[in-house]
């Protein structure tokens, strides 16, 4: 995936080499470029940034200064689209590329329109910031466009807030809930055809232009979020000869070659296992959230041979057991 988020971090950051650590990522090539880098550099990055902030609000500002000129293209994009919806969905559209561990889905049910955000791996610690920052950035967009209209939206997010709701609605005037079943952003249907008094039709059709040359740029990006989604839906809806799908199989459900599946994944500075990897943490701690799943019933849905494989690689993945971490779940720990 490109380096964009961990180049502004950098050039903002008052301390860039803390911000890389751990990271492997050369200061000097990541604010040269904008080359691939591993989801996981990312997220090390994302972890050592919030911890350098001493105010619990600092996300806030962050979340404007991304809205005004985070996302090249696309931001030139969403700022000349022709109405709200045209940006809204541009963004939508674009953004997997950069942020490959989230699926986007959007829904319009009578009078609302919303945008939902799925995490499709193990966000750690730092999950609740990485959901609220894009869908506080379509709001941001929105208080841009037509300020105005902000109190009729909501936003909802499945944690519990990280500073106080007065935080919030001084820079966001809208309705906000914690602690609910998803991270969504709702608006009225209506609002989508709201024209943007900013609207230029040639630099709306180049911005388009520019928007599809990075995504075609960054190929292997784009089939990380791809793979991951679909890693998802096979471990709740199995589709492949086996589950997890093996490589061959996910090149035929995406309609891409093996030699390429493999080529694009190698760009974008990962591997088939490790996404497969990732998804499967992230599985595994919301079947263990169900206290009616057993263990063995989570291993096989999962794709292992047998309970004891889970048990060896969930010890991998957080130094625990399955059933004690099920434990610590319910007593609150987790």
């Not at 989230?102 to 829904?107: G, P």
């Not at 075609?216 to 979020?225: D, I, K, N, R, T």
Request: glycine fraction near 6%; aromatic fraction near 8%; proline fraction near 6%.
């Amino acid at each position: 995936m490109p380096n964009t988020y961990v180049k502004l971090m950098a050039q903002a950051s008052s301390d860039p080499a803390r911000l890389l650590a751990g990271s492997g990522l050369d200061l000097a090539e990541v604010l040269e470029g904008d080359g691939a880098i591993a989801v996981w550099q990312q997220l090390v990055c994302a972890r050592n940034s919030a911890a350098m902030m001493t105010r619990p609000d600092w996300h806030l500002a962050w979340v404007l200064r991304v809205a005004e000129r985070f996302h090249g293209p696309i931001t030139a994009a969403w700022l000349s689209a022709p109405t709200l919806g045209d940006g809204l969905d541009v963004f939508i559209r674009y953004v997997p590329t950069r942020i490959p561990y989230l699926r986007w889905s959007t829904r319009s049910g009578g009078e609302d329109w919303e945008v939902e955000l799925r995490v499709l791996m193990d966000l750690g610690d730092i999950g609740p910031l990485l959901m609220e920052v894009p869908l506080l950035t379509l709001g941001a967009y929105m208080r841009t466009l037509q300020g105005d209209r902000l109190d009729a939206a909501r936003f909802e997010f499945p944690h519990a807030a990280l500073t106080d709701i007065a935080d919030y609605q001084r820079v966001f005037p809208a309705a906000f809930e914690f602690g609910a079943r998803r991270a969504a952003m709702i608006m009225p249907t209506s609002y989508r055809a709201l024209p943007n008094p900013g609207y230029d039709e040639v630099l709306w059709t180049t911005a388009l232009r520019r928007c599809e040359a990075s995504a075609q740029e960054h190929a292997g990006a784009a089939l990380v979020s791809r793979v991951m989604e679909a890693l998802h839906d096979s471990l709740e809806h199995p589709w492949g000869g086996r589950t997890p799908p093996t490589l061959a199989e996910m090149a035929a459900h995406l309609h891409v070659s093996l030699s390429t599946l493999n080529r694009r994944l190698r760009d974008a500075a990962t591997s088939y296992q490790a996404l497969v990897d990732d998804v499967r943490r992230q599985r595994a701690r919301e079947l263990l959230a169900n206290p009616r799943q057993r263990i063995g019933d989570i291993a096989a849905a999962l794709g292992f041979l047998d309970p004891t494989s889970f048990v060896r690689s969930f010890r991998r993945w957080y130094g625990t057991t399955p059933g004690r971490y099920r434990r610590e779940l319910a007593a609150g720990r987790r």
